[in-house]
């Protein structure tokens, strides 16, 4: 455990290269406050760059704190702060704008090219135990949810805004490629949106499990079947081709199955990113007229804090086999390495 004034931050140099090293504790400035970490979770995308150095055109460069699923406890606030104080127990919505440009007039500040986010290079992440962060991107949590169930409303919000971009309303029928955390974390926010069924598939028999307990209606595990196969699969289930599709692997042939799957008429959500090119049924689509849509990150969802759909989906408990309690978006999320199948993801909290 670090020595109180201390500031342990896990930081990645390179790839393969992670330190964990002392930092400065910084000071808040005008509308900023200054937090101690709590609950940091751990992302494919931290792994990606400790690993791999990269994630497409986002190369480190230089020395980065990972990090930006996470909660913590407000210590200090900066000028012109009024609507937190130190004692907050607050959700920390890692992107920030740095600019009022046209997107974030129109408030679609996520696409913002020059937008701040925790843990994309070259901006730190917050995998540390104190930092500072815009006070109107954190969000006060109510009493009964926790500081893990907190960290938990980023990968959150990456469902509810596909699902947003998806039209996900009352009596949709919802196909979800891929059962790992984001594809979880769909099943969850298109059920609280009213879908009337949610079909999800995966090759990981266990994972699909998971997914039953989070709320999936039915199951495929995909073993060696065509695209057209799992897409006849998938109507068979439901009893109809669905209205919307939520492909959250970025495999190319599911996202073949999904474009195959989808009503006429119909909307695919492109979440999962895999290789920059990839073949699809493109004329199928098209003659269909089958809206493929794409989402970045999210924005203006962790104000769903505030609506108690979100409060649901954050805090309903739910019995364990060992008789004790679990809210649906923690045992949601698993760790997505390969060579760790179904492992818990590790959310890292500070001590003391």
């Known amino acids: 455990m670090a020595a109180p004034g201390q500031n342990l931050a896990v930081v990645v140099h390179r790839a393969g290269d992670l330190r964990l090293e002392n930092r400065p504790i910084p000071e808040p400035g005008p509308n900023e406050v200054l937090l101690r970490m709590h609950s940091v979770g751990i992302c494919g995308s931290d792994v990606h760059y400790w690993q791999n150095g990269r994630i497409g055109d986002f190369v480190v460069k230089d020395p980065m704190v990972l990090g930006h699923e ?16 130190p004692g907050d127990r607050v959700a920390i919505e890692p992107g920030v704008p740095r600019e009022m440009d046209e997107f974030c007039k129109t408030g679609r500040y996520n696409l913002s090219p020059t937008i701040f986010f925790c843990a994309t290079p070259p901006d730190d992440g917050n995998l540390c135990r104190y930092y500072k962060h815009s006070a ?19 990968p959150l919000s990456v469902g509810i805004h596909a699902c947003k971009r998806a039209g996900v309303t009352l009596g949709s029928k919802v196909f979800v490629s891929g059962s790992g955390p984001i594809g979880l974390v769909n099943v969850l926010v298109a059920k609280m949106m009213g879908a009337a069924a949610v079909v999800i598939t995966d090759i990981s028999a266990s994972r699909l499990q998971k997914a039953k307990e989070v709320g999936a209606d039915f199951t495929i595990q995909v073993k060696n079947e065509t695209p057209q196969e799992v897409a006849s699969k998938v109507e068979s289930l439901l009893g109809c081709m669905p209205e919307i599709t939520v492909e959250c692997t970025g495999v190319q042939a599911c996202i073949q199955a999904g474009i195959y799957a989808t009503r006429s008429g119909g909307t695919l959500v492109l979440v999962g990113l895999g290789p920059e090119m990839v073949t699809v049924p493109i004329v199928n689509a098209a003659v269909r007229e089958v809206d ?19 409060a649901n989906m954050a805090t309903a408990k739910q019995p364990s086999p060992a008789g004790l309690s679990h809210s649906p978006i923690s045992c949601s999320i698993w760790c997505k390495e390969r060579k760790r199948p179904n492992k818990p993801l590790l959310c890292c909290k500070q001590a003391g």
Do not use: Q, W
């Open 292 to 310: 493929i849509r794409g989402i970045f990150r999210y924005c203006n969802t962790p104000r769903f804090l505030d609506e108690p759909s979100t």
């Open 136 to 154: 109107s991107y954190c969000y006060k949590l109510p009493d009964n949810v926790t500081f893990e169930e907190g960290a938990l409303i980023e």
């Open 70 to 85: 996470a909660s913590g406890t407000v210590i200090k606030v900066g000028p012109g702060v009024t609507h937190l104080k």
